[in-house]
Every structure is written in structure tokens, then in C-alpha cells.
């Protein structure tokens, strides 16, 4: 693959009046718009690699170097050089609709062990993709494994274990989310888990379908979840109640944030507490792709409220919680990538609920977002056709 580096500005020229009419779709767990403002974007933007439906990276903090997922089911490894490499042994995955390779994070606090500090030689990770069951099942599966690297830019994936799984498989090939996120003081993973777009499940407690849940690093259900004194799923669940989570971080208090595809319309942000119930498919802010509508979050006080929502939609891919040096403006802030914009959504925290803050419109649509270790902010555009899946790099304009 041809190395590019041409760096040049893709924020859209929009007039400030259109901007904010565009901007119109935020609005908080009511109907009541939020002010976004027409910010100029204070970064420039380099395209830096591309890849086939890339769908979510993690950047090794000791050596800079990056893991991509491809849907299909590629792992792909850029070193901080800009060296392009592959990571074999990745697990075959159900490839279709929303399914195929998901979510990728190093394992937390590796810094203590003997490691490559040249290499990702070592370094453990977990996966998560959709695989197939019997008939024409599927559901998302997450997986761990070390990285055996004798080359920089060639790895192997070794010892690659299932320690989780959607149960059950159902058809279908939407709303697998799977999500991975690990507590601050890395003790606890957790897994989103889409309904599947099977509606009712997410409020079944017999199964861990449209749930969040909470794992020992191996796997295995964490002690002092909500529901442990249930047999196996229950015993798994955090938070319930949710639709298609395509992002979990941690602020720095420690609280646990998602957000979440709405229906048409209805994209959220949630601030998870264990046990809560977040209403779908019960409540939404937005309605039923037919048409049909859903009672709103204000009709039922006794289910957890967003902190915000939008109608219409952000369709997001992926959040952050910035906390970077070069955009001191943005730390404490969620960035988000947005495929209606499309581009990013930035949005301030307000106690436990949130304010949409500015858009920055992009060429195309963002399925996933990082922060680098030195405080810059990584893309990946959401591409289905060969190269067409930019790694963008945004540092400060100025």
C-alpha cells in the first residue's frame, strides 16, 4: 500500500446561519434543542493510510504503533513511523450487514512487563467480532490473545481464547455492538451488547441481549454486578435496556459513559449506573423506522433518562473522553464520530447530564475515534470499498 501524507484542511466551507440550522438536531432528554455553536475547526487534518471498512483501532501507548480491525475480518498494524504491517490469526468472523470483525484494546497496565519496547511483541489484547452459529445464527463473541511479533510490522495472534459471547445466537446481522472498554484501575471489562434489533431482549434479564456488561479480565462474570446472585447470563448484566451501544468510556471521575444508535432518531448519551434500566424498547426520542411511534423518556420517570439526546440523528460511531494536551480547550469534553454529519460532535459535560457543544464537518462519515498518546486525535472514516477507509490524523491548526 501506497504511503500518503498530503495534509490539507477538510472542514467544509458552511455558513454560520446553516451551520446552526444544522446543528438544530441536538436536544436533551426532552424535545428542547441545544445550542451548538459554529466553532472553526481549531485543527488541521492529514490522511495518513487507508484501509477496507476499517471499523476500530488502540494505539499502544509505549510504542505508538496502531492496530486497525477490518470488517471482513483483517487485522492490519501501523507502527508509529508509518511502517504499514498485518497481525495473523485473526478469528473467522460472520461478514454481513453490521457483522465481521468489531472492537480491538490492548490489555490494560502492561507497562510492569518484560516488554519489546520496540515491538508490540507480548502485548496482550482483546477482540470482539460476530460470529456464526447454527442454521443462520450469529451473534458478537469477544476474544483474548497475546501478540507474538519477531518483525515490527508482522505479528501473529497467539493463544486466541472465546471468554465471552451473546447468548442466544439469533438471526440477523444488526446491532451486535460489542464495544470494549476496561475500568480505570483495570480490574473490570466491559462488553455492549446490542439487542440485535430484536426489541424485547433488551429487557429480558434472562439473556445478555441489549445489556452492558461487566467481566473479570478473564471473562468470567464480576463479582458485585447488580444481578450475582442470578445463574448465567444474569449474573453478567451492569446496565439494561439499551438498543445498539457503539461507545463506552470512563470520565475522570471514574463514571461510566455509552452512546447509543437510536432508532429514527433518539442517538444518546447515557451516564450507566448499575442496575438502571435505560428504557429501550420501551422509550426512545426518536420513533419506529415505520413510522409507528414510541412513548418518550419523560413518560416514564422511573427509567433512566439520557444525558442528551438528538432528533434528528448524529448516527454515531465511536466517543472520547479528550484529555490531551494539544486541545486543552476540548480536555474534560466527549468527542464524537459522527456519520450523519458528517464529521465530529463535541460535547461538555454538564454534572450528569451533557450539552452538545460544536460540529466539525468532515469529508465523509467517521466510524471510529482515538486519542493518541501525545494528546493528538486519530480517525478512521467508515469505507466499504477498497483504500476507502481513511486514517485521518488531526493536530492543532496552530
Known amino acids: 500500500m501506497t504511503k500518503r501524507?498530503?495534509?490539507?484542511?477538510?472542514?467544509?466551507?458552511?455558513?454560520?446561519?446553516?451551520?446552526?440550522?444544522?446543528?438544530?438536531?441536538?436536544?436533551?432528554?426532552?424535545?428542547?434543542?441545544s445550542a451548538a455553536t459554529a466553532d472553526a475547526a481549531p485543527f488541521k487534518v492529514s490522511q495518513v493510510a487507508a484501509f477496507n471498512e476499517p471499523w476500530a483501532m488502540d494505539i499502544d501507548k509505549a510504542t505508538g504503533a496502531m492496530i486497525v480491525t477490518e470488517k471482513k475480518g483483517r487485522i492490519r498494524l501501523r507502527l508509529a513511523?508509518?511502517?504499514?504491517?498485518?497481525?495473523?490469526?485473526?478469528?473467522?468472523?460472520?461478514?454481513?450487514?453490521?457483522?465481521?470483525?468489531?472492537?480491538?484494546?490492548?490489555?490494560?497496565?502492561?507497562?510492569?512487563?518484560?516488554l519489546d519496547a520496540k515491538t508490540l511483541n507480548g502485548?496482550?489484547?482483546?477482540?470482539?467480532?460476530?460470529e456464526a452459529g447454527e442454521g443462520d445464527t450469529r451473534g458478537a463473541a469477544v476474544g483474548k490473545g497475546t501478540l507474538s511479533c519477531p518483525q515490527p510490522a508482522s505479528c501473529s495472534l497467539q493463544g486466541l481464547t472465546v471468554i465471552w459471547r451473546q447468548v442466544p445466537k439469533v438471526t440477523g446481522e444488526g446491532h451486535f455492538s460489542h464495544r470494549l472498554v476496561f475500568s480505570p484501575d483495570g480490574k473490570y471489562l466491559f462488553v455492549s451488547s446490542g439487542e440485535r434489533q430484536k426489541f424485547t431482549p433488551a429487557q429480558d434479564l434472562g439473556t445478555n441481549l441489549g445489556k452492558i456488561v461487566r467481566l473479570l479480565p478473564d471473562g468470567t462474570p464480576?463479582?458485585?454486578?447488580?444481578?450475582?446472585?442470578?445463574?448465567?447470563?444474569?449474573?453478567?448484566?451492569?446496565?439494561?435496556?439499551?438498543?445498539?451501544?457503539?461507545?463506552?468510556?470512563?470520565?475522570?471521575?471514574?463514571?461510566?459513559?455509552?452512546?447509543?444508535?437510536g432508532p429514527a432518531g433518539g442517538d444518546e448519551i447515557n451516564l450507566i449506573k448499575p442496575g438502571h434500566n435505560y428504557g429501550w424498547p420501551l422509550v426512545s426520542d426518536g420513533d419506529n423506522?415505520?413510522?409507528?411511534?414510541?412513548?418518550?423518556?419523560?413518560?416514564?420517570?422511573?427509567?433512566?433518562?439520557?444525558?442528551?439526546?438528538?432528533?434528528?440523528?448524529?448516527?454515531?460511531?465511536?466517543?472520547?473522553?479528550?484529555?490531551?494536551?494539544?486541545?486543552?480547550?476540548?480536555?474534560?469534553q466527549f468527542l464524537i464520530a459522527s456519520f450523519a454529519l458528517p464529521g465530529l460532535v463535541r460535547v461538555r459535560i454538564d454534572g450528569e447530564k451533557a450539552v452538545e457543544e460544536a460540529r466539525y464537518p468532515l469529508d465523509n462519515r467517521i466510524r471510529e475515534i482515538q486519542q493518541g498518546p501525545d494528546g493528538s486525535i486519530w480517525l478512521l472514516e467508515d469505507g466499504p470499498a477498497p483504500d476507502s477507509g481513511r486514517l485521518l490524523h488531526l493536530t492543532p491548526s496552530t
Request: proline share 8%; glycine share 14%.
Open 81 to 114: 513511523d508509518g511502517t504499514m504491517g498485518e497481525v495473523s490469526g485473526a478469528p473467522t468472523v460472520a461478514y454481513g450487514g453490521q457483522g465481521g470483525l468489531g472492537d480491538v484494546i490492548f490489555a490494560p497496565d502492561q507497562t510492569g512487563k518484560t
Open 222 to 261: 464480576a463479582p458485585g454486578n447488580p444481578f450475582a446472585d442470578k445463574g448465567a447470563p444474569t449474573n453478567q448484566i451492569w446496565s439494561y435496556g439499551h438498543r445498539n451501544v457503539l461507545g463506552l468510556v470512563f470520565d475522570d471521575k471514574g463514571r461510566l459513559w455509552n452512546l447509543e444508535h
Open 289 to 332: 423506522y415505520n413510522g409507528t411511534p414510541i412513548p418518550r423518556h419523560k413518560t416514564r420517570p422511573d427509567l433512566a433518562a439520557p444525558a442528551i439526546s438528538w432528533n434528528p440523528v448524529i448516527a454515531p460511531g465511536d466517543f472520547i473522553f479528550y484529555t490531551g494536551q494539544q486541545f486543552p480547550q476540548w480536555q474534560g
Open 5 to 33: 501524507n498530503t495534509s490539507r484542511s477538510l472542514l467544509a466551507a458552511v455558513s454560520p446561519v446553516a451551520f446552526i440550522l444544522a446543528s438544530c438536531g441536538a436536544a436533551g432528554s426532552g424535545d428542547k434543542a
Open 123 to 130: 502485548r496482550v489484547v482483546y477482540l470482539s467480532w460476530a
